[in-house]
């Protein structure tokens, strides 16, 4: 491709991103103090304007060098005749099509940071001092008492205005302790700031060994820079943890490799609640992080140690989904076992993933569990992956 094709592509994929976001979305921003989607849009475009000249190209004879002060003042970028006249080339110059809009898929980690920046949360009050809240991400358990607040997972980095707001409508204890249930970034995305709320934060080792350094989920499509130091877990089990707080015992027990390497289940004995981060979702199709030691036989291995550890009066706050008990985890079992015999059956018939996928073999679940998170053909493919 000759350079300036490639500008002429890249422009075109600018178009259609543009044309794709509509238009009131132009001036959503995760955080008061990050950029707007406008704005993004118009640093790379404008930023790197002077670069066209560095490569020799002339600068397009009808862009309007008031355009940033239009957008801003305006809220949103008029789209199609400022990105074809302009940016497009500039961003290309800059950072290279591959950069902007190829065709990594890398969408499902950008998608949750935007959703969890509005996601209302939401609070239940379960038992004792234990209540849970609900958001983008995976859900937070809140013990209360004389020693301080304890959490068990953080949520999504950008949730933090919303999820600091809940927890404190919960009562004034300040936040002490944090429990991450595995590394995941919507379960550890709040551990910089936790932590900087005052908390101490506690994992199984797995967690801290991929927090430390930048890890790739190939599921995800998706690279994850290293946590900064303040998110890293200070202290780390490999296999059981006990600790007391706000008179009530945690029991904290590594799964084998499941949905990650990293995941553990919390138990607050007295109480009877018992949340298992990531190896049960409530009614949705799970994730399965085969980039950090997950699979489908350890998940369905990780909801059979569930089974065996439910009572009948347990409360079990899933990773993702509305609380439930003993027939939720059973379901989930049993809907999980079901597909992937179907799909090792496809597979071993010599079906590729695209047919796995058209044979719909989930047909009957789809409605209700493939809403959230992963879609229908996202969970197929992690199936047919593992089988
Ligand atoms: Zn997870």
């Not at 132009?26 to 002077?50: C, D, K, L, Q």
């Not at 008029?78 to 497009?88: K, S």
């Not at 999504?156 to 002490?176: E, F, L, M, Q």
């Not at 079992?333 to 799909?343: A, C, F, I, S, Y």
């Amino acid at each position: 491709m000759s350079p300036s094709n490639e500008l002429l592509h890249v422009s075109e994929q600018w178009i259609a991103l543009a044309e794709a976001t509509p238009a009131e979305k132009f001036a959503w921003r995760p955080v008061s103090g990050v950029r707007s989607t406008s704005e993004m849009y118009m640093h790379i475009v404008t930023a790197n304007f002077g670069l066209l000249k560095v490569i020799g190209l002339d600068t397009p004879a009808d862009l309007n060098p008031r355009l940033m002060t239009i957008t801003e003042s305006r809220g949103h970028i008029p789209r199609r005749r400022f990105l074809a006249a302009a940016g497009v080339t500039a961003a290309a110059a800059w950072l290279g099509p591959r950069a902007l809009f190829d065709e990594s898929g890398d969408v499902l980690v950008p998608n949750a940071f935007r959703e969890a920046a509005t996601a209302k949360i939401t609070v239940q009050t379960l038992r004792r001092n234990i209540s849970v809240l609900f958001g983008a991400g995976g859900n937070i358990a809140v013990l209360t008492g004389p020693d301080g607040k304890l959490l068990v997972d953080a949520e999504i980095v950008t949730a933090r205005p919303n999820v600091s707001k809940a927890i404190a409508g919960i009562n004034a204890d300040p936040i002490k302790q944090l429990i991450n249930t595995h590394w995941h970034f919507d379960h550890t995305g709040g551990n910089e700031w936790v932590h900087e709320a005052g908390a101490s934060i506690l994992a199984q080792e797995n967690t801290r060994k991929h927090l430390l350094v930048g890890t790739r989920v190939e599921g995800w499509k998706h690279t994850f820079p290293a946590a900064p130091p303040g998110a890293i877990p200070s202290t780390v089990f490999a296999e059981n943890h006990t600790l007391h707080a706000n008179h009530t015992t945690l029991v904290l027990k590594h799964y084998l490799p499941a949905h990650t390497d990293s995941d553990i289940s919390v138990h607050f004995v007295e109480a009877d609640v018992f949340h298992t981060g990531d190896t049960f979702w409530n009614r949705n199709y799970p994730f399965i992080d085969y980039s950090t030691g997950g699979s489908i036989d350890g998940q369905i291995r990780a909801a059979e140690a569930n089974i065996a550890k439910v009572t009948d009066s347990m409360i079990v706050i899933p990773g993702h989904g509305a609380v439930g008990g003993k027939a939720d985890l059973v379901l989930f079992r049993d809907v999980m076992v079901d597909l992937r015999e179907k799909v090792a059956a496809l597979k071993k018939q010599g079906r590729s993933l695209a047919e796995v996928i058209a044979a719909r073999p989930s047909a009957c679940t789809d409605e209700e569990w493939g809403n959230g998170f992963m879609t229908p053909a996202l969970f197929l493919e992690w199936v047919y992956q593992g089988v």
